[in-house]
């Protein structure tokens, strides 16, 4: 995957997905973990989407 072809927003909901997931020791990014980052974060889904 090349991030610099990401959205900054979507680079940035994929940063906090990594970081929950590693907080929870998960090896791997699931779609749970990307779905709840921006909640989780305070950026909100309707920022990280748009």
């Known amino acids: 995957m090349r991030l610099d ?5 979507f680079q ?3 940063a906090d997905a990594q970081s929950l997931a590693l907080g929870h020791d998960n090896q791997f990014i ?3 973990h990307l779905m709840s980052a921006p909640a989780e974060s305070g950026r ?3 920022l990280v989407l748009y």
């Open 12 to 14: 940035l909901a994929l």
């Open 44 to 46: 909100g889904f309707g």
């Open 5 to 9: 072809r990401l959205t900054n927003k």
């Open 30 to 32: 699931e779609p749970l």
